[in-house]
């Protein structure tokens, strides 16, 4: 079984910042993509940041010089850093990862929980 474990979320005024890290945990192979995902109320969960296992990066254009996405391989974990906070970054942040459980399988996407990031003054 794989569980991803999201942590970081919170309450920070416009133009703050925040970090969010997702570890992955379980029986797998290996982890190709991972990526943070977002939903605010009343909106379509839409991709905010993905990088793959070889460090390539792609950003939504609304983040795109405001958010950082990187791993670390070795503790399984992607982070978000958050800067320059804006009001519509207010959302539900979802980290996920396609993962291979065994090598020559195919691999299968999986969600985090979820974790709250409010951006208010």
């Known amino acids: 079984q794989v569980q991803l474990v999201e942590s970081g979320g919170g309450s920070v005024q416009p133009g703050g910042s925040l970090r969010l890290s997702c570890a992955a945990s379980g029986s797998f192979f290996s982890i190709s993509t991972m990526g943070w995902y977002r939903q605010a109320p009343g909106k379509e969960r839409e991709l905010v940041a993905t990088?793959?296992?070889?460090?390539?990066?792609n950003y939504a254009d609304s983040v795109k010089g405001r958010f950082t996405i990187s791993r670390d391989n070795a503790k399984n974990t992607v982070y978000l850093q958050m800067n320059s906070l804006k009001p519509e970054d207010t959302a539900v942040y979802y980290c996920?990862?396609?993962?291979?459980?065994?090598?020559?399988?195919?691999?299968?996407?999986?969600w985090g929980q979820g974790t709250q990031v409010t951006v208010s003054s």
């Open positions: 996920n990862a396609f993962i291979l459980l065994v090598k020559l399988g195919v691999p299968r996407v999986y």
């Open positions: 990088i793959t296992s070889g460090g390539f990066t």
